[in-house]
């Protein structure tokens, strides 16, 4: 099994995914992008912006397009990028 890190420490849980994690690092309060518009899932697979996903990973990856910076700093002045992956014995 691969287990997903980032470089602020947090591993992947069960219940929390190194998506969800990086979601939670730099999505603002108020879901506006950097490029000025919101981005909340609207409905299944489709962003408030009019983006429409094929995959549930494609909407992850919208949502980290348009969230994240480009230095990786989030709303807690730390830096969150995927670090590894490990491999369970």
């Given at each position: 099994?691969?287990?997903?890190?980032?470089?602020?420490?947090?591993?992947?849980?069960d219940?929390?995914?190194?998506?969800?994690?990086?979601?939670?690092?730099?999505?603002?309060?108020?879901?506006?992008?950097?490029?000025?518009?919101?981005?909340?899932?609207?409905?299944?697979?489709?962003?408030?912006?009019?983006?429409?996903?094929?995959?549930?990973?494609?909407?992850?990856?919208?949502?980290?397009?348009?969230?994240?910076?480009?230095?990786?700093?989030?709303?807690?002045?730390?830096?969150?990028?995927?670090?590894?992956?490990?491999?369970?014995?």
């Amino acid at each position: 099994m691969i287990t997903m890190q980032c470089t602020c420490g947090f591993t992947e849980l069960d219940d929390e995914t190194l998506i969800d994690h990086l979601q939670l690092a730099f999505e603002p309060a108020d879901h506006t992008g950097s490029d000025g518009l919101a981005h909340e899932e609207a409905a299944r697979l489709s962003c408030l912006c009019g983006f429409t996903a094929i995959a549930s990973d494609d909407l992850d990856q919208h949502f980290l397009a348009v969230f994240v910076p480009a230095d990786a700093i989030g709303r807690d002045g730390r830096k969150h990028e995927p670090a590894k992956d490990t491999r369970d014995a």
